[in-house]
């Protein structure tokens, strides 16, 4: 077997979009009163770059969960087809699964019984309840909703706690982000409307339209300025009203390139607003960039990750 297909592996666990992820972590620690400029991870806390590669972990984990009970989605829409096209197999994702899951744990229960805590319940959530029956939050139209929001209020509160343990802070500092990421899921529904039809999932793009997705996603996003200017946090603040003409060009045209340029670009300029105080998560993002670039383009002779609204 090829080095290239034994980064089949890897690349299964979708580990460019760690970085929404990531990017959420390390506001949630800044969020918790450490602003200043950190030339590396770890000079900022111990436990940061830790909390990074569990929070990677459950990411990974609920990833392939998700690929393995969407098998017959991802086919129709032509996407994440390392199972749906027989790439990888189905019991070595499981057994990878359950060791992401494990190790996520112990790395968890070694920074403290707080961060075990919040753990537990990411890793519930992002592969259990989403994914699996009788909960399958995934195929309901407000589940989805909901368990998306609550992924990205973990995603803060592992970067939070890292640092910080108050809790009605933690809510407060929380919601501007929880309404940024959530108004780009509601976009999220919008490229794959057509296949979660045929496959009877009931998002809310399938249920209510293009049309009202758009004005949710734009409702959440204003929200998102607004208590962002209540609260005077300028690290949401700014890629939020940076991605608002986005948003005005998607109310204008609705389509589906433009839901996709709105989410690449809002996600771009929150992390670029993050890398501020972390300049080595910026190269992080590029190398990451590159190498998936090469995988993808070696691998299946397809060009991802773009800046396209493809």
């Known amino acids: 077997m090829r080095f290239i297909n034994l980064l089949d592996y890897f690349f299964v666990l979708r580990p460019i979009l760690f970085f929404p992820g990531w990017t959420t972590t390390l506001a949630g620690f800044l ?11 770890f000079d900022a806390n111990p ?10 972990m459950v990411m990974g984990a ?35 699964t359950w060791i ?13 019984w707080p961060m075990l805590v919040i753990h537990i319940l990411a890793l519930f959530l992002i592969t259990v309840a989403y994914n699996l ?16 929001s609550l992924m990205g209020t973990f995603a803060f509160a592992f970067g939070w706690y890292a640092l910080d343990s108050s809790f009605l802070l933690f809510i407060e500092k929380s919601l501007p982000y929880l309404f940024f990421n959530t108004a780009l899921y509601f976009l999220t ?10 496959t009877q999932k009931k998002t809310i793009c399938v249920v209510y339209g293009i049309h009202t997705t758009i004005y949710w996603a734009l409702g959440f996003e204003l ?30 045209f609705k389509n589906v390139s433009s839901s996709i340029l709105t989410i690449k670009f ?3 300029f929150f992390s670029l607003m993050v890398g501020i105080f972390f300049p080595l998560y910026i190269v992080l993002i590029i190398l990451f960039f590159i190498l998936t670039r090469f995988y993808y383009r070696r691998r299946f002779n397809i060009i991802y990750p773009n800046f396209k609204g493809v």
């Open 31 to 41: 969020a918790a009163g450490n602003t200043q400029v950190h030339l590396s991870f």
């Open 47 to 56: 436990s940061l770059i830790l909390v990074c590669i569990s929070s990677a």
């Open 62 to 96: 609920g990833f392939i969960v998700n690929q393995i009970k969407d098998k017959e989605t991802d086919r129709v829409n032509q996407k994440l087809f390392f199972l749906s096209e027989g790439v990888t197999h189905q019991k070595t994702m499981i057994i990878e």
């Open 100 to 112: 992401l899951i494990s190790s996520s744990l112990a790395i968890a229960a070694f920074i403290s």
């Open 133 to 148: 029956k009788p909960f399958s939050l995934k195929d309901r139209t407000f589940g989805s909703f909901i368990a998306n």
């Open 189 to 198: 529904t919008i490229p794959d409307a057509e296949g979660d039809k045929l």
């Open 223 to 252: 929200i998102a300025i607004t208590l962002a200017g209540i609260t005077t946090d300028w690290l949401i603040l700014i890629p939020s009203v940076m991605t608002l003409p986005l948003y005005v060009r998607l109310v204008m």
């Open 266 to 268: 809002g996600l771009l």
